[in-house]
């Protein structure tokens, strides 16, 4: 059976694997860099109620697979992590600010694909079977 998270009044399931790099691929995140980068993103994802299943930081980009609460869009909580994590940096580690000037330590965009228990198919067959016609791809009851 699936342990599924429940909110006030939700139930779900959302996980997602995400990835984004450093600017022009730099191999920066390594030794204290990449061990304050994992507390950082620890840290926010706890502050966001977003559990971390798997991650791992790699010299120039990082890997999570999280579980995140409804009211928690991808967009912004790729735009908080990438955001902190940059501005704590380039704070706490004069060298990398050096590094990536202009104040823009990660590139622009990321992967994001999600991942559970239900397949696309599974979920068309289901609604599918809800008496409707099989030549109707959406209904309306009444």
């Not at 704070?91 to 823009?104: D, L, M, S, T, V």
């Amino acid at each position: 059976m699936v342990d599924y998270r429940r909110g006030a009044h939700t139930v779900f399931e959302m996980h997602l694997h995400l990835v984004w790099i450093t600017k022009y691929r730099r191999p920066a995140l390594s030794g204290e860099v990449a061990t304050r980068v994992r507390d950082l993103i620890r840290d926010i994802c706890a502050q966001q109620e977003v559990n971390i299943m798997k991650g791992h930081v790699a010299k120039d980009h990082v890997h999570l697979f999280v579980s995140i609460p409804p009211q928690v869009t991808i967009s912004r909580l790729l735009q908080w992590l990438k955001g902190k994590t940059a501005h704590h940096l380039m704070a706490e580690f004069p060298h990398i600010k050096k590094q990536f000037w202009g104040r823009h330590m990660w590139a622009r965009g990321y992967f994001c694909c999600s991942s559970g228990n239900v397949t696309d198919e599974i979920i068309a067959k289901y609604i599918a079977e809800q008496n409707i016609d099989q030549d109707e791809d959406f209904r309306v009851d009444g």
